[in-house]
């Protein structure tokens, strides 16, 4: 017989079994589909040396009146304002002490230091810095108490930190630490952090308001809640909220080294809003909204101090300080009915799309007297978790409990080939950790997402708008921004609490190492029914290599995988494996069984595979009949 071609359909299939997907591709990692054909993503590199810490949740990119580009990157315990290569730690500050209100005690061989606070606020992992404080007469110097700490362990007046030095070295106390810290030192603690993985019965995002768990905490107590942000730019600077908690404002005037402030702290805040869901500020009329806001009191004297889950808010137009609704002024609010809690919001073209736990909402600028019109668009269609949309060039994409959506002036659900494969193996507890990117460069957007046996983002999902397929695989990454502003995409990762931030689409490389566990592989594939074996004893590959690794017999490898089988239930055997080159020719094989399966992976054991990319053609075999001896 002639030679056999083999040229897959683009994207991953699924949805049925490995028989029925004859002809296509039915499992990848690290493989994108480009004008039909499979190969490489790109690969990443840390944008910069410095570090962050704990897990990042949110970036956004601006530029000011100067040039100068800033990143804002919200963390779960933390906010920094990236300029350059430093992470600025803008975190706005919860409450200072009065001079004495702090006392140390340390026991003699421990590190571990007792604080004592009255009615403190603190919780595990918080931060406070201290000042003003005297030596405690041994090795627990005023170097080595006045500095950040993070608090380990709590109760309701007390704590305990780990005494270091300057340099984070761990330091022991002695026989001669006996002092208290005297009566001028000052603690000054940031706001509470939140949680990395989401706790069932936390309060806010453990269930729909008014249902399941929800009300266990105190809306105020955002520390019991997995720590999401959403930010915005206003001119030059930053309007921040932490999910469920305040709203803050950092002025771009005053330098990286100021912290941001509470939105209410403002000169001349007028009813201000001090708890949201969510904050933006709306394109071309600029007015900053908070979305699950808490209401103006009965009086109208003040806010309520607890979140409305359906109530939006917004100020005067071109002034973040002025909340209250005047005649002469443009700010306003707004209480949605269909559904229980906002879940999410988007500014997309002309408008910005709003969901419910059950609906979506359209929000428009129409000027006065109304300021904003806001109409049903659907209701039956929810958002998973509160960064679960994207807004790309070809309209808006999110994923909702069972399904992926677009909408572009009406709503679509995309037909999905891995639907069950990504639904059936999500940690749906886990679902506000999941987040949808956009790579407009390769005309993709995509959802990074917990599977079942993860508290932690393991695996992605991507969709090419533009050829409509569909690409799975596994990497963690935590919030992503796509290029714009930054020539490159960036996205986080984190690690024993230490973040990284990494451009990605950069080179072919895992941070300067060869990628690896790349692969892709192809549905059964027979002759004529499946009813004779056959018998392959020969591959000719069509790879083509690409980036900047070394050619030739003892450059860049794939490895080649010819597997087999008799019946579509029984396991697949490995009938060869084989290293492919650019001068690779062909691979010899007997292989022989009445279903095989191709699979192209990267070699993993070859060290000059550094800077490697590949991209697939159509690979031939030579085929035949035969039986079985």
């Not at 886990?430 to 959802?447: M, P, T």
């Amino acid at each position: 017989m002639p030679l056999q071609k083999l040229l897959f359909k683009p994207g991953i299939n699924k949805e049925a079994t490995d028989y029925a997907s004859e002809g296509g591709w039915v499992n990848s990692n690290l493989v994108r589909f480009r004008k039909g054909l499979p190969e490489k993503i790109g690969g990443w590199v840390k944008a910069t040396t410095s570090t962050f810490k704990a897990t990042g949740r949110a970036l956004h990119a601006w530029v000011d009146l100067a040039g100068t580009k800033y990143l804002g990157l919200g963390t779960t315990w933390k906010y920094y304002v990236v300029d350059g290569s430093s992470f600025n730690d803008v975190t706005p500050i919860r409450s200072t002490t009065a001079a004495g209100d702090v006392t140390f005690a340390a026991t003699n061989g421990s590190s571990t230091i007792t604080v004592t606070d009255t009615g403190h606020g603190a919780v595990a992992n918080d931060f406070v810095t201290f000042s003003a404080a005297a030596s405690l007469g041994g090795n627990i110097t005023a170097a080595v108490l006045n500095q950040e700490y993070q608090i380990v362990t709590v109760t309701t007046n007390t704590y305990t930190i780990v005494a270091k030095d300057t340099s984070g070295t761990e330091v022991t106390a002695n026989s001669s630490d006996t002092g208290n810290g005297g009566s001028n030192t000052v603690g000054t603690y940031e706001i509470n952090v939140g949680l990395d993985v989401y706790v069932p019965s936390t309060g806010w995002g453990s269930d729909y308001w008014g249902a399941g768990t929800w009300g266990s905490v105190s809306p105020l107590d955002a520390a019991n809640q997995l720590r999401l942000w959403s930010h915005d730019n206003f001119g030059e600077d930053l309007v921040i909220n932490a999910r469920g908690a305040g709203i803050f404002y950092w002025d771009e005037t005053n330098g990286v080294e100021t912290r941001a402030v509470a939105l209410s702290d403002l000169s001349g805040a007028n009813l201000t809003p001090t708890l949201a869901l969510q904050v933006m500020v709306s394109d071309v009329d600029r007015h900053v909204i908070c979305f699950g806001a808490d209401p103006i009191n009965d009086s109208g004297t003040a806010r309520t101090g607890a979140i409305d889950p359906m109530f939006i808010a917004w100020s005067d137009q071109e002034n973040v300080e002025q909340w209250e609704p005047l005649s002469t002024n443009t700010a306003g609010s707004f209480r949605l009915s269909a559904g229980s809690a906002i879940v999410g919001a988007v500014r997309a073209r002309q408008e910005t799309l709003i969901w419910t736990d059950t609906s979506l909402y359209s929000m428009t600028f129409v000027g006065q007297p109304f300021t904003f019109s806001i109409n049903l668009v659907n209701e039956g269609v929810g958002l998973v978790g509160p960064n679960a949309m994207i807004n790309t060039p070809k309209g808006v994409f999110w994923m909702d409990k069972k399904g992926f959506y677009a909408y572009s002036g009406s709503i679509q659900q995309l037909p999905c080939t891995v639907d069950n494969y990504v639904f059936s193996d999500l940690n749906q507890t886990q679902s506000y950790q999941i987040f949808g990117f956009v790579n407009k460069a390769f005309d993709e957007v995509g959802w990074f997402y917990c599977s079942a046996d993860s508290n932690v983002i393991d695996r992605y999902v991507t969709y090419n708008y533009e050829e409509n397929v569909w690409m799975i695989g596994n990497l963690s990454r935590t919030c992503w921004l796509d290029e714009g502003i930054f020539s490159d995409p960036k996205a986080t990762y984190t690690t024993n609490y230490t973040g990284y931030l990494f451009n990605h689409e950069t080179g072919n490389d895992d941070d300067g190492s060869a990628m690896t566990n790349v692969f892709i592989e192809s549905a059964d594939f027979d002759l004529g029914e499946g009813d004779q074996y056959q018998f392959i004893s020969r591959i000719i590959p069509d790879v083509k290599f690409t980036g900047s690794g070394n050619t030739g017999a003892d450059g860049q490898t794939v490895d080649i995988v010819l597997k087999r089988r008799n019946f579509p239930g029984e396991e697949l055997t490995t009938a060869v494996t084989s290293a492919c080159t650019s001068v690779t020719t062909k691979i010899d094989t007997r292989a022989r069984g009445r279903q095989a399966v191709l699979r192209v992976q990267s070699n993993d054991t070859n060290t000059n595979d550094t800077g490697m990319g590949f991209r697939l053609g159509a690979t031939r075999i030579d085929i035949k009949p035969d039986g079985m001896r």
